[in-house]
Nanobody
Framework: QAQLVESGGGLVQPGGSLRLSCAAS????????MGWYRQAPGKQRELVAA???????NYADSVKGRFTISRDNARNTVYLQMNSLKPEDTAVYYC???????????????????WGQGTQVTVSS
């Protein structure tokens, strides 16, 4: 099963930008979708953006036009470029990935789903 490690969070002023990275490592045969979720205090975790192995993307309405998700399949890494940040973007951001650990899992259709530990993004003046 893959381990995911996020980086790039921090404190930024409203209107600023941040770029999050998430690298997957461990037993990986292939990765299907990768995505970013966030959870603000007192709120449920929500999908921010997702990208398939072929590059098809999906965004939450609240971030469309401001955030861009991309991935480097050779490096098993997904990125989230966040521009025009708002205070309401403040949350812990989590990386998620699903795929197959090895060829045997692929043949059997046994999918893993892994989460990163989270990285804090704070937007405040």
């Amino acid at each position: 099963q893959a381990q995911l490690v996020e980086s790039g969070g921090g404190l930024v002023q409203p209107g600023g930008s941040l770029r999050l990275s998430c690298a997957a490592s461990g037993s990986i045969f292939s990765i299907n979708a990768m995505g970013w979720y966030r959870q603000a205090p007192g709120k449920q975790r929500e999908l921010v953006a997702a990208i398939t192995s072929s590059g098809r993307t999906n965004y939450a309405d609240s971030v469309k036009g401001r955030f861009t998700i991309s991935r480097d399949n050779a490096r098993n890494t997904v990125y989230l470029q966040m521009n025009s940040l708002k205070p309401e973007d403040t949350a812990v951001y989590y990386c998620n990935a699903d795929g197959y650990s090895d060829h045997s899992s692929f043949v059997r259709g046994q999918v893993f789903n892994s989460w990163g530990q989270g990285t804090q993004v704070t937007v405040s003046s």
